[in-house]
C-alpha cells in the first residue's frame, strides 16, 4: 500500500523557518517525481515545487523561489521542504504528492501538515 | 504562472451532466496535452481522476470524461450523483515545466 506521511508543520513567526519532511512507503522512491502542493484555509490548490527521481532537478513556484528548497533521500524514503523567510501567505496545509508515470498526473497524496505563520 | 480559471460554482441535477472549463494560455492547456483533473471532497484530499486530458486511473467512474480545444480544457460529468458533490481542480504543465491548478470549481447537486 502506498503511503506519504508528512511532518514538521506547525506555528512559526514572520521571517521564520521550517523544515517539512514527507516519508513515503509501499513503492520505490527513485522510480517518481514528487511534488509538495499546499491548501490555505479555506481556499484552492496551489503547487509549490517538485523534484525528479535522483534529486538532480529541482522547479518551484515563482512566489517561494530564493526561500523555499526542496530535496529528497531515496536511501531513507524521504521528502524535504526547507522553508525560510516564511511570510503570513506561506499559511497552508502543505502536501506531499507523488506524480504518476506521465507528467502532473499527482496520483498519491499525503494527508497533509499544517503551518501557520503568524506573529 | 497565474491560476488557470475556472467557473466557482457549478450545479445541476441528479442523472444530468455538467461540464467545468478551464481556461489557460498557450504556455500551459494550449502548449501541451498534460492536463489533470481532481476532486476534493471536503476535509479530504485530493483524487486524480483525469490525466493526461482525457484517461482515466484505475478505479475511477466513466462518468467522468477530459477534453480539450486550444486553451480550454473541459471536465464532464455524466449521470450526476450525490457523491460527485465536491471541489473540482484542473491543472496543467507548463512551458517553464513547472505545474498550475485551476482557482477551483464546486459542482452542487441540486
Known amino acids: 500500500e502506498v503511503q506519504l506521511v508528512e511532518s514538521g508543520g506547525g506555528l512559526v513567526q514572520p521571517g521564520g523557518s521550517l523544515r517539512l519532511s514527507c516519508v513515503v512507503s509501499g513503492f520505490t522512491s527513485s522510480d517518481y517525481w514528487m511534488n509538495w502542493v499546499r491548501q490555505a484555509p479555506g481556499k484552492g490548490l496551489e503547487w509549490v515545487a517538485n523534484?525528479?527521481?535522483?534529486?538532480?532537478?529541482?522547479y518551484y513556484v515563482d512566489s517561494v523561489k530564493g526561500r523555499f528548497t526542496i530535496s529528497r533521500d531515496n536511501a531513507k524514503n524521504s521528502l524535504h521542504l526547507q522553508m525560510n523567510s516564511l511570510t503570513v501567505e506561506d499559511t497552508a496545509i502543505y502536501y506531499c504528492?507523488?506524480?504518476?508515470?506521465?507528467?502532473?498526473?499527482?496520483?498519491?497524496w499525503g494527508q497533509g501538515t499544517l503551518v501557520t505563520v503568524s506573529s | 504562472q497565474s491560476a488557470l480559471t475556472q467557473p466557482a460554482s457549478v450545479s445541476g441535477s441528479p442523472g444530468q451532466s455538467i461540464a467545468i472549463a478551464c481556461t489557460g494560455t498557450t504556455s500551459d492547456v494550449g502548449g501541451n496535452n498534460y492536463v489533470s483533473w481532481y476532486q476534493q471532497h471536503p476535509g479530504k484530499v485530493p483524487k486524480l481522476i483525469v490525466y493526461d486530458v482525457n484517461n482515466r486511473p484505475s478505479g475511477v467512474s466513466d462518468r467522468f470524461s477530459g477534453s480539450k480545444s486550444g486553451n480550454t480544457a473541459s471536465l464532464t460529468i455524466s449521470g450526476l450523483q450525490t457523491e460527485d458533490e465536491a471541489d473540482y481542480y484542473c491543472?496543467?504543465?507548463?512551458?517553464?515545466?513547472?505545474?498550475?491548478f485551476g482557482t477551483g470549481t464546486k459542482v452542487t447537486v441540486l
Open positions: 523534484i525528479n527521481n535522483h534529486g538532480s532537478d529541482t
Open positions: 504528492a507523488r506524480d504518476g508515470n506521465s507528467w502532473n498526473d499527482i496520483d498519491y
Open positions: 491543472s496543467s504543465y507548463t512551458i517553464t515545466r513547472t505545474y498550475v
